[in-house]
């Protein structure tokens, strides 16, 4: 059981005040700040301990892959943490996205591998051959993007905004409200010319305005929400095609203590708010707008899925109090459950296998029998496979700690 220092990612859609104020260090901080990496994820691994002797976490495995993770995930994973566990916090949109399927990331590493594309070029899709499902677990409110919407629904969404110039594809997705005709709307926006796009977008805008201000009033405002978020989105990013995407996609509300899980192919975007998401140790991401980076959109049509579905949220059960509560999702790469303990209780928390504890809410003693570790708020632990069972006390007054492992 040692301290794990995580390191604090600087991108434009940060936060100058939320991981700052999470881990009691001054506000506003100095540059955005979006994510903490807790794992050994070679682009930026947390270290052990602090000063100038702390040792990457990466280093720590890989100098006993065994005594760290234990037999069977060493031997799994090639000696490698197979999770990355980050605190995420976005101020502003975070590009439109999804993640390759294990197949799909082992044949595009190997077909970029073979074009000698070099592994830190930005026009590089698969920077390694994993598939990266994630799961975030709001700590605020927090909004997102993710997967199609029922078409139909959809159609109700365009009729609300009466804009002419979208009747065509209104039409089309009416009359085939299915997977094959997401794609085929999906793929002329995100295929439009300039030109045409810059036509479109304006309107749309118009009609989104129109909407909020006047028809939203009549209709019981059931399209507010994704109306202001797509204002929002064309406001950020003008002549991007992703806002028209954005349109065919679900928009969800997670408050604190529920998740998200997002599975190969999903498109989906993370809109604002503060949580904890858990992910596959991997960076593949294919882009499809919303975002100054590179979009590949012929890559991105390959991978996604365009079966529309309404978004599971996951819920665990909240009255469970002392008991730590499990978002169930079939990665096996990893699993995240959340405690809520009142002042004065404990929980035992089993170690068999590699455990990284955060604490999100007020403060802990973590302690195995034999030595005691106090894990303040925003902070955390790294427990390796050889460690012994220990348990967490809330002496201080309630607290709230995050356990992930492999799944
Ligand atoms: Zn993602």
Redesign the pocket.
Known sequence: MQPLHGAVRSYAWGSRTSLARLQGRSVPSEHPEAEIWLGAHPADPARLGDGPSAQSLLAHIDADPVRELGFDTAKAYDGRLPFLLKLLAADEPLSL?A?PSAEQAREGFAREESAHVPIESPVRNYRDANHKP?LIVALTEFHALAGFRCPLRTVEFMDALGVDALSGYRSLLADQPDEAGLRTVFTSWITLPGPALDALLPLVADGLVDYLSTRAKSDGGQFVAEARTLLELGESYPGDAGVLAAMLLNRVTLTAGQGLF?DAGNL?AYLSGTGVEIMANSDN?LRGGLTPKHVDVPELLRVLDFEPAEVTVLDPDTDSADTPVRYLTPAPEFALSRASLAEGHSIKLDSAGPQIVLCTEGKVALDDGDTELVLERGSSVWVSASDPVFAVHARWGDAEVFSATVG
Do not use: D
Request: hydrophobic content about 35%; charged content about 15%; glycine content about 0%.
């Open positions: 996205q993640h994630e997002l989906h991401v």
